[in-house]
């Protein structure tokens, strides 16, 4: 090998080491399971479900989650669903399980209903063709998955009381001592829309008050605990005057360590920022050397977003006055992507 090529040779590895060193800071993996079930064979339909699961699993597919989706399900699609979710979680990754149908509680325990629930003359029999919340957190936590995260969207109904649900509530029904029965173990956050023991609006529109409200917080580049703090804020008020209202959700943390956030690197954002991300917008514009469609601020890019260039090359991740600033990653023609932390436009 002549000394051009060797060198030529040397370049290309030193490159593709570099590369390597760069994946391998890649973002955590994070995977999304979202259920929507409307129209249960025995028990009362819903009309919303399918509308909130379908918009907040296309939320999180624009953060960059992997999504598994799931409508009208019956307890073994249930079952299937939360054996491939769990499945994909691995160590240090981010799981995501969002159900929207109906619920109940027997004897303390949670239970999310399926489509294909029949009725039944005891509590056993509703055991057996319901999943219980709890396994299911279980099954998340025995992954070793970093962040698990559990929001229930679910018809407070009690098929065992033989009540007729109504089209425009939902809820799930816990005993008032809250979540007590359910594991808190480290680096989990469980999301109720209502209160413990309360009803949650089905709403008049195309979705619930509660995934209205979330689909629109839930791109903001704000830590969990803000995030859901808006969002009930914003359910009370617009609940505020219904017969059973204000509708309050509610949570249970155990996170640690780094701020959680559904937009990846917004955790590097300064509070400052935190503070006026209320008011950054969504545009789509020419800029720089190509086309950027994400949250802006004073028509430049500001928050999280995407900008791709003719060559096929784009980012996606958090900006700052206009420049890659924060966690995200660069996809090349090539398929390499680069993905890491930027400090005013530069790799860091």
Known sequence: MNKHKMTKFSFLVGILLWQGVILATQATERVALIIGNNNYQYVGSLSNPINDAKGIAQALKSLGFKVIYQEDASKRAMQQAISKF???LRKNSIGVFYYAGHGTQ?????YLIPVDLRDANSENDY???????NQVLADMNRTGSSTNIMILDACRNNPLAKTTTRSFTRGVAINVSGLATMPAVSGSYIALSTSPGKVAFDGNGRNSPYARHLIRLIKEPIPIEIMFKRVRTAVMQETQGERDGPQVPWERSSLVGTDFCFVDGCGQITPSYQNNAARIKTCKMKWGRGEYQGQCKNRRPEGYGVQRYPSGEYYK???RNGVRHGRGTQYLPDGFEISTYW???RPK
């Open 86 to 88: 769990t499945r994909q």
């Open 106 to 110: 027997i004897n303390g325990k949670n």
């Open 343 to 345: 400090e005013n436009g």
């Open 317 to 319: 991740g958090a900006f």
């Open 127 to 133: 055991k057996r063709q319901a999943i219980m919340v």
